[in-house]
């Protein structure tokens, strides 16, 4: 059964820190791209940093650039998100993403079911 577990969510004022935390299982986390998205409310899911599985290359949204990071521990099936400097308008849920296109195109897709931040003094 394929889990993704987000974790490390909570209230924070503006410029403090948080790292959150989506343990993966039931599939082979290595294989697949592993992105960090958020949603907040009335607006739609965006994209916040992606990770690729071979190379370890990320990218992140311009509105976190120099602000998040992230990360991947294929040891623990683990991807993580740096997140500093924390503003209110990064106040979403944020959910964790795995994906796989298989060398036939075939689509894995997996979500998990998100973890609140909220920035507010």
């Known amino acids: 059964q394929v889990q993704l577990v987000e974790s490390g969510g909570g209230l924070v004022q503006p410029g403090e820190s948080l790292r959150l935390s989506c343990a993966a299982s039931?599939?082979?986390?290595?294989?697949?791209?592993m992105s960090w998205y958020r949603q907040a409310p009335g607006k739609q899911r965006e994209l916040v940093a992606i990770i690729r599985s071979a190379s370890g290359y990320t990218n992140y949204a311009d509105f976190v650039k120099g602000r998040f990071a992230i990360s991947r521990d294929n040891a623990k099936n683990t991807v993580y998100l740096q997140m500093n400097s924390l503003k209110p308008e990064d106040t979403a849920v944020y959910y964790c993403n795995a994906l796989w296109l298989t060398p036939s195109r075939t689509k894995y897709d997996y979500w998990g079911q998100g973890t609140q931040v909220t920035v507010s003094s």
């Open positions: 039931g599939f082979t986390f290595s294989r697949y791209d």
